[in-house]
């Protein structure tokens, strides 16, 4: 008796999963490794932003060694002036605490943005950062 099209379909799912599922089971231990360090990471814990006084500044923790980035974006008479951007390594364990005085612009700042990620290998095309911390005034 011949098979239904039906059938040969399940029976080659059925076999794709099997396969995929013994791949998945044997890719366990290594994919888990990267989950778990990224879990650890970088924490903000303090984000400063005055306008007024052209400040933009953040505290961060880092419970393992992180590449941390700041993107800044400076607004003057309403529009997007300026975008200075930082990073460093941050060491298990250690803060980097920064404050940024910008020059004043003509018209005047009036509105500051700070977006913080974090980095296990900053090289790595394929690393997504880790969003540790945003804020706009």
């Known amino acids: 008796m011949r098979s239904s099209h039906r059938e040969r379909t ?8 099997a396969a995929l599922g013994a791949l998945t089971a044997a890719a366990g231990p290594a994919s888990a490794s990267p989950s ?7 924490v ?15 505290t961060v923790d880092c419970a393992d060694r ?3 980035f700041a993107d800044i974006t400076v607004f003057a008479g309403g529009v997007a002036h300026s975008n200075p951007q930082e990073g460093r390594w941050v060491d298990a364990g250690d803060t980097w605490q920064d404050l940024n005085v910008y020059p004043q612009t003509t018209p005047a700042i009036d509105h500051l943005c700070v977006h913080l990620v974090s980095y296990v290998d900053p090289t790595d095309p394929f690393e997504q950062p880790q969003v540790i911390g945003h804020s706009c005034v």
Do not use: K, M, N, Q
Not at 44 to 58: F, K, M, Q, S, Y
């Open 36 to 42: 778990t360090s990224a879990a650890a990471g970088c």
């Open 10 to 17: 399940f029976r080659t799912l059925a076999a794709v999963a």
């Open 44 to 58: 903000t814990t303090d984000i400063h932003l005055d306008p007024g006084a052209r400040e933009v500044g953040w």
């Open 66 to 68: 992180r590449y941390v």
